[in-house]
């Protein structure tokens, strides 16, 4: 039975699902990671000339605080007029260079098949390179993140690559230039893990791995090396201090929640303005500015501010004050749909509020705000292993670990309690999507057809007749199809009930016997030792909705697995999650 040969190649059964393409996306991946690279690097250079031209009016590209500038009341005008700047960007470029950037970056990976557009690519460091040089109160690593993410797919869609492989390249890229700007390669590969890829296989994660590796080398030549926030303050943790880290962040992880909600809120309030979106940001830019008016230190991405709080050297009425307007001019900035990241801002309110908090434990004050930051970013983002190391990569204080590693699972736990989507999914949702953003291994992949097929089925001769086979389906046939097997039990095709209404009406060769009938019928059928996974994708792909289990060797039918059989799977995956027993007896 040649056909049946080719249409069953085995399915060689293994851990993983990788193949040698592994290797070639790999080798993308270094040029991927080298673009983020270079790509932090401009966007760095961007926001610095921005910075210069808006505040102080002049052509550099050194790094300089906007706290020096000499404009008096004339800057509060200056955010309005970057964020008219970005809206016309916007109307007129593309919508997608919006926000913050991770939320647009997972849309795209989800809904879009990870093709961003050589626009995106251009337009989002730029717009964000406006709205943080205005003085928006953001960081650079969300706009990093869907640029990397651009580069990485633009790359993908010219060498014609699958969605699959688009992705990977796509999060490579995001993940190589988070690299780039923060100097975090792990904390970079674990916010692939956890917000982005939605998968936890070899053919993605590597690539991620030696992209983001690739950056990391760069980025010493490019904008320096050693922790961006270097802090020498922190002391090892004590089980003490873990366990008041612990109920910190259940504090700061309902603040995130309450912040996130915060945010939504802004934006509908911006929704119900009677002016075009396009000018949204110019409305918040001019708040933005007047906050500024009153502490030029919450304007701009504010890492003097970060650096700061891990020095310890804020006191309570600066911290309060920073804390405060920081958080209002950043949600009325990001809730007008300026373009801008979300973790330094993160950063510096959840480093306040564990200066804050620390003021009441013992230890060094920058102890507490690294506690908080990681925290704040946990109980936003939905990322506890991401922000535990981000804190550590950051400082260089990875003797904290144990600290910061307990304050971010508890903050995770906090908000993921009181509040059903994070902030970043918040805004997918509100277009209609869902993003379920956990990991399960599918009983689909994991079982075999052997283990649940309903064993001797009903089978019908080979050599029965046509005639007698439309009879047989008139009268007593249980179920829709049946398979026909030869004298010794072999698999020779598969009769259905459309089958025999259709030799019904043709008056098709009464006597001839079901052999001949299906000489030339294409059969799908399975292994025992086939992945019912592999069954599921055979039936959606024949429309065959029962399909026979054969022996590898002989080919003899030794079971059938239904659509019915593969409910009964997901039901008993949803009694295991559900279902309480009690303890086995001796």
């Avoid at 790359?155 to 992705?167: G, M, V, W």
């Avoid at 700007?181 to 890829?197: D, G, N, Q």
């Avoid at 936890?200 to 791995?209: A, G, L, N």
């Avoid at 190391?389 to 910061?404: I, K, R, S």
Wanted: proline fraction near 5%; charge should be positive.
């Amino acid at each position: 039975m040649p056909y049946l040969q080719d249409r069953a190649t085995r399915f060689h059964l293994a851990d993983h699902s990788a193949n040698w393409r592994m290797v070639m996306l790999s080798a993308a991946a270094l040029i991927v990671g080298t673009g983020a690279a270079l790509g932090a690097w401009l966007l760095l250079r961007l926001i610095a000339i921005a910075t210069n031209l808006f505040w102080f009016g002049r052509l550099a590209a050194m790094p300089i605080d906007i706290s020096g500038h000499h404009l008096g009341l004339a800057m509060i005008f200056i955010p309005a007029i970057g964020g008219a700047m970005v809206g016309l960007l916007a109307r007129f470029g593309s919508e997608k260079i919006k926000g913050h950037g991770i939320p647009e970056a997972i849309e795209a990976i989800l809904y879009g098949e990870s093709r961003l557009s050589l626009k995106v690519a251009i337009l989002k460091p730029i717009s964000s390179a406006i709205s943080i040089g205005s003085g928006g109160p953001f960081g650079a690593e969300g706009p990093i993140i869907m640029t990397g993410g651009a580069i990485g797919s633009l790359f993908a869609q010219c060498f014609r690559l699958s969605a699959a492989e688009r992705k990977t390249l796509l999060v490579a890229g995001a993940a190589a230039g988070m690299t780039g700007i923060f100097a975090t390669p792990i904390a970079a590969i674990l916010l692939s893990v956890e917000l982005l890829l939605f998968e936890w296989k070899p053919r993605s994660f590597v690539p991620v791995v030696v992209a983001t590796i690739t950056s990391y080398q760069w980025r010493p030549l490019l904008l320096g090396s050693g922790p961006v926030f270097p802090a020498s303050n922190i002391a090892a943790s004590s089980g003490a201090l873990i366990w008041m880290a612990l109920a910190m962040g259940v504090a700061i992880g309902l603040c995130a929640a309450l912040l996130s909600s915060l945010l939504y809120r802004v934006e509908d309030l911006f929704d119900r303005l009677p002016i075009h979106w396009m000018w949204w940001p110019a409305a918040g830019g001019m708040l933005v500015g007047i906050g500024g008016l009153l502490d030029v230190h919450v304007l701009g991405a504010g890492y003097s501010n970060i650096q700061a709080l891990l020095d310890g050297s804020f006191g309570l009425r600066i911290l309060v004050t920073l804390l405060v307007l920081k958080a209002v001019v950043w949600l009325t900035a990001l809730g007008s749909g300026t373009s801008g990241g979300i973790l330094a801002p993160l950063l510096i309110i959840g480093g306040a509020l564990g200066c804050l908090f620390g003021r009441l434990c013992p230890g060094p004050p920058g102890l507490w705000a690294l506690v908080g930051m990681a925290a704040m970013m946990s109980g936003a983002m939905r990322a506890p292993l991401t922000a535990a190391v981000f804190a550590a990569e950051l400082t260089g204080q990875f003797t904290a670990l144990p600290m910061v590693t307990a304050a971010s699972a508890a903050a995770y736990a906090a908000s993921i309690l009181v509040m059903r989507r994070s902030i970043l999914t918040e805004k997918i949702a509100r277009r209609g999507r869902h993003v379920l953003q956990e990991y399960a291994v599918d009983p689909l992949d994991f079982m075999q057809a052997g283990q649940i097929m309903t064993r001797n089925p009903v089978t019908v001769p080979a050599t029965m007749s046509v005639a007698a086979t439309v009879r047989f389906f008139a009268a007593s046939a249980a179920h829709r199809s049946y398979p026909v097997v030869d004298g010794d039990g072999r698999l020779v095709g598969l009769v259905s009930r459309s089958d025999a209404l259709r030799w019904r009406s043709e008056q098709y060769m009464g006597q001839a016997s079901l052999a001949d009938a299906l000489s030339d019928a294409s059969q799908p059928f399975a292994y025992q030792d086939s992945p019912i996974g592999v069954v599921a994708d055979l039936m959606v792909e024949t429309g065959v909705g029962r399909i026979p289990i054969v022996e590898a060797d002989t080919y003899r039918v030794v079971g059938i697995l239904s659509r019915h059989d593969l409910l009964k799977v997901r039901s008993a995956g949803q009694r295991f999650e559900l279902e309480r027993s009690r303890a086995a007896t001796m």
